[in-house]
């Protein structure tokens, strides 16, 4: 007996085959029966009449390390699709941990990350000192499959204790770390991730652990990521948020071909305004073919909204030379930036070739009010600031001063993003279509109340079905499904097929999309994240099992913890 049938649904595979009208059967979580119709008796039926089933949507960067703990469900990307997530990114995880080290490991997370210290503290159980322990902690306890890299950071610290922010290792220190992460791939870790990127600093406003790593350290690990099956490379360098050095891009190059295994990065962003960042970025990929290796660009095929701050580390503070202005206390602040001099410089280092992508930022005619606090912002609520400098014949960054100050730096503002222009556009779906890019890079799990990227994939597929109509449904799907399956070699996931894992979503092409973001307050110790209702998705399993039926959790916890070699096999670059 069948466990459920899905009758009538137009079938999209995940291999960018033509939809096709068919019965779909599910038993003991896997896809059993496809046909024009099952007459085999089911334990339940339902009507798939006008809508579309998918294979589940594969997630390849999330940070859901300790999200899972308090949210099996790992919500919102499971209402959207997600069952399964790739997490352990950007060189952090939380294990391997010594015990001393958990509240230096909360405050990086929260700091790096964008994690509530409060929820870290509260609604994880820090019991683990082994990647393996912190894997059973998480089996048989989730709604979605989710797959961890081991992070870099957490195995300088494990080894080399406080000097690991700084230090360079010994050579029997070396040892020791790949040592613990060959113990870690062998329970189940899918490979490295390691970060250089200039914008990480931890709970104390140092660089990360692993930006301290030479080349040689990240080779070393490198070669041992290639001694294990199905195992991957996640790495982040500065150049991630621009265009690369040569010495990345060589970098990127050297590290997959020590591996023999397939190096991804994030995030590509694409923009008409900047042309030559494209094919610099995808020298990389270029560069390690020919070195017998593969690197691979994330991108997103959604403009994500992030809102910023003055009051609250945000990227603003990124920006070259505004962290110091940034971080002081409040009322020293405000005057700092209400000094015209003071903002004359600031603007000009926003301006700087060195800042980078985060120049994208400092157009403050194009910010939008968000929640405001105080009477004097009464009704600056959706308003372009732009509208209000020139009412009140103020340039815009000194108007967004003055009403930020009014709140006491309160304000919630959320920049337009300058990259909406046909151009940009027309070149995402050329960029799309090379071989070494791959759609992805939500961060869903970070960032929580700045930014909200889990529901990428409704609403790239109802831009598809409704809106730019850049890419075809069938080929939208693949995208989101078993490409980024195949690049991780998920066994038998990413496509509906028999004998395939039951991981589906049944949706209504008319209605699919994403709802806009908005805040809730339910974190452990009431902390906030933003949070984003799925349209149009009527169901979604996880390994045969329903865990969404109309944007609602259903309670069951159908999720595995995919280890490296059991769930993945080897994609190799050789």
């Given at each position: 007996m069948l466990d459920h049938v899905i009758k009538g649904a137009s079938v999209v595979d995940g291999t960018g085959a033509p939809a096709h009208v068919a019965d779909v059967?599910?038993?003991?979580?896997?896809?059993?029966?496809?046909?024009?119709?099952?007459?085999?008796?089911?334990?339940?039926?339902?009507?798939?009449?006008?809508?579309?089933?998918?294979?589940?949507?594969?997630?390849?960067h999330t940070h859901y390390d300790a999200q899972l703990f308090w949210d099996p469900y790992a919500t919102p990307s499971l209402n959207h699709g997600v069952t399964t997530v790739a997490g352990g990114n950007c060189g952090f995880t939380l294990a391997p941990l010594k015990p001393e080290d958990a509240d230096y490991t909360r405050r990086m997370m929260s700091k790096v990350e964008g994690m509530s210290l409060v929820a870290l503290e509260e609604g994880a159980p820090w019991s683990w000192r082994g990647f393996g322990e912190y894997l059973d902690a998480l089996e048989g306890?989730?709604?979605?499959n989710a797959g961890f890299m081991v992070g870099h950071c957490a195995l300088r610290r494990y080894v080399m204790g406080?000097?690991?922010?700084?230090?360079?290792?010994?050579?029997?220190?070396?040892?020791?770390?790949?040592?613990?992460?060959?113990?870690a791939m062998a329970a189940g870790a899918w490979g490295l991730s390691t970060t250089q990127s200039s914008t990480h600093s931890d709970g104390d406003g140092r660089p990360v652990a692993s930006r301290h790593a030479g080349p040689a350290e990240l080779l070393a690990l490198s070669r041992a990521v290639g001694e294990h099956e199905g195992t991957q490379i996640e790495a982040i360098v500065a150049g991630c948020l621009d265009q690369f050095s040569d010495a990345e891009i060589e970098l990127f190059a050297e590290m997959s071909a020590a591996a023999g295994r397939p190096l991804n990065w994030n995030v590509l962003t694409i923009d008409a305004a900047v042309p030559e960042r494209v094919p610099r970025q995808l020298l990389a990929s270029e560069r390690a073919r020919k070195a017998g290796g593969r690197v691979v660009a994330l991108t997103m095929p959604i403009l994500t909204p992030m809102n910023m701050s003055l009051g609250t580390f945000c990227a603003l503070n990124l920006i070259p030379g505004w962290g110091p202005v940034l971080g002081l206390p409040v009322p020293e602040r405000i005057a700092r930036l209400r000094d015209p001099a003071v903002r004359t410089e600031l603007l000009e280092r926003a301006a700087s070739k060195e800042a980078g992508v985060f120049r994208r930022l400092a157009d403050f005619g194009r910010y939008v009010i968000g929640d405001t606090y105080s009477e004097a912002n009464r009704g600056l609520t959706g308003?372009?600031?732009?509208?209000?400098?020139?009412?009140?014949?103020?340039?815009?960054?000194?108007c967004l001063v003055d009403i930020c100050a009014a709140d006491e730096l309160r304000t919630v503002l959320w920049p337009m993003p300058p990259d909406n222009d046909p151009a940009s556009w027309e070149l995402r779906a050329r960029t799309w279509q090379h071989e070494d890019v791959l759609l992805g890079g939500s961060d869903a799990g970070a960032h929580l109340d700045r930014m909200c990227g889990a529901p990428y994939t409704t609403r790239f597929l109802g831009d598809c079905l409704r809106g730019r109509r850049l890419v075809g449904l069938e080929e939208a799907v693949r995208m989101l499904t078993d490409a980024p399956a195949r690049l991780f070699g998920l066994r038998e996931r990413g496509q509906v097929r028999e004998g395939f894992h039951a991981d589906l979503v049944l949706f209504d092409p008319e209605r699919i999309d994403a709802a806009p973001a908005t805040l809730v307050h339910d974190l452990p110790g009431d902390s906030p994240r933003l949070d984003s209702k799925a349209l149009g998705v009527r169901a979604v399993w996880v390994n045969g099992v329903e865990a969404i039926r109309d944007d609602r959790v259903t309670g069951a916890v159908p999720g595995r913890v995919l280890r490296s070699g059991r769930d993945t096999r080897t994609v190799s670059t050789r």
């Open positions: 059967g599910i038993r003991e979580g896997r896809v059993a029966v496809i046909a024009p119709e099952v007459t085999e008796e089911s334990r339940s039926v339902e009507d798939g009449s006008g809508l579309v089933l998918a294979p589940g949507f594969v997630d390849p306890r989730i709604a979605v406080e000097d690991a922010v700084g230090g360079q290792p010994s050579g029997e220190q070396l040892d020791a770390m790949v040592g613990l992460l060959h113990e308003r372009v600031v732009r509208d209000i400098a020139a009412e009140r014949g103020q340039d815009p960054f000194a």
